[in-house]
């Protein structure tokens, strides 16, 4: 009987000890980390070691500890990287342990910085201006972008080089919606003004390349993210489902990207950025930084030392509601509720193994209207809503694909 009970105290240590030590069971989903900072600048150089405003974790945020500098941030190499705060231009080799100052030649306030190698760097700021070093920020010198139509009364918000020729910088003029896009070819000898836009467009406010062509554009209080894939040459607005200024924007591979924003939330693609779908975050505060380190692993920090994680690239899209954990015998997509609808009906699935899913909402003419959710899924029952108050009266046809399982269903809407 004592060896009995032995046994079982020792599986419910090891239990314990697997529960504390995180092991045992995977927070879904982003959830807060409950620290004491917050903030902008993110930067993880592996799955342990990375820097949130300020604080540096060697062991996936379980520690932090203070360092003393950590806003906008820029590694072009393992642990030598750069950063920008105010007026302030520092530099790290050893991954933000220390921190050396270096002169800003323009004294204007810097917004974004980055260094498409060890060497050459730029800056770019309050005043129109931008600053660049080829000699690792030893020196910097002002590299004067600005010509009619533009003035020192613009705020550039961010700049980005592919490489040491080809960069862009995107901004917006003080008290105004008139936003600009600029893009060099030749290291910044020379900068063309490639979109100007009135208050239609909004204020451009952060901007990310993932290769040479294809790169995105994030605004205020207007419902899109602007794309390109032709180098910034064209623009389409891609539509998206919030009017909240964007503040940080990130890509942890070619398909996959994050978006942070007011009011505490963020936006996910896993097609490019053709379609983006919003994620439950728990919080209302601003999201100043989003920073993934693989396609499922991210880190996102914002104002009230709001500092959230994810190990499961932020779980599923709101609007779509886990019905039960069982696993399904088989794949099912049920009859929408109610049929027909005005405007809002709900779709039933279940998907008997985790796999890539989809559902896609089509017109009569078999013309694609909407993306409802396009996710890796884990095995489970759920439940999606479709708004359609922007579509007209009509019939449509829905369509899940979940691996090699497709199927389809009508439905109606009727106003």
């Known amino acids: 009987m004592s060896t009995q009970l032995n046994k079982y105290k020792s599986i419910f240590i090891i239990f314990i000890l697997l529960l504390l030590n995180g092991n045992f069971y995977a927070q879904q989903g982003w959830y807060n980390m409950n620290v004491s900072f917050g903030g902008a600048g993110i930067y993880f150089k592996d799955l342990n ?7 540096k974790t060697t062991n996936g945020g379980a520690n932090w500890y203070y360092v003393g500098f950590g806003a ?3 590694f072009p190499a393992v642990n030598t990287g750069y950063g920008v705060s105010a007026n302030a231009i520092l530099k790290t080799t050893n991954f933000g342990d220390n921190w050396i100052y270096q002169s800003n030649p323009s004294f204007q306030n810097l917004n974004s910085i980055n260094f498409p190698n060890v060497n050459t760097g730029y800056a770019c700021g309050e005043g129109g201006t931008l600053i660049k070093t080829t000699n690792g920020g030893n020196n910097w010198l002002i590299n004067d972008p600005i010509s009619p139509p533009l003035s020192s009364a613009y705020y550039f918000a961010g700049v980005y080089f592919i490489d040491v020729q080809t960069g862009y910088i995107v901004g917006c003029k003080y008290a105004s919606d008139t936003s600009v896009f600029l893009r060099t070819t030749n290291g910044g000898v020379n900068w063309t003004t490639q979109l100007y836009t009135a ?7 952060s901007m990310i390349f993932i290769n040479p062509n294809t790169g995105f554009i994030g605004s205020g209080s207007n419902s899109y993210i602007l794309k390109t894939i032709n180098g910034g040459i064209n623009w389409n607005q891609i539509i998206i489902p919030t009017s909240n200024s964007i503040y940080s924007m990130n890509f942890s591979s070619v398909n996959t990207g994050y978006v942070s924003c007011n009011g505490g ?3 996910k693609s896993t097609n490019n950025g053709n379609n983006w779908f919003l994620q439950t975050t728990g919080t209302g505060s601003i999201l100043r930084s989003i920073f993934f380190i693989n ?3 991210g880190y996102c920090s914002g104002d009230n030392n709001t500092v959230l994680k994810t190990t499961d690239g932020g779980g599923a899209p709101i609007g779509i509601t886990p019905i039960s954990n069982e696993v399904p015998i088989d794949f099912r997509l049920e009859q929408n509720y109610p049929n027909p609808f005005n405007p809002v009906t709900n779709i039933n699935f279940s998907i008997p193994k985790a796999g890539y899913t989809s559902i896609r909402i089509y017109d009569i003419m078999g013309r694609l209207v909407h993306t409802l959710f ?3 899924l884990a095995p489970g029952s759920y439940k999606a809503d479709w708004n359609a108050s922007q579509m007209p009266s009509g019939i449509y046809i829905y369509r899940i694909e979940s691996g090699s399982f497709i199927q389809s269903r009508k439905m109606i809407l009727l106003k």
């Open 199 to 205: 208050s239609n467009w909004g204020k451009f406010t």
């Open 265 to 267: 939330q963020i936006l």
């Open 72 to 74: 906008n941030m820029s």
């Open 49 to 55: 070691t990375g820097i949130i405003s300020g604080y």
């Open 295 to 297: 396609d499922l692993t």
């Open 374 to 376: 396009e996710e890796q």
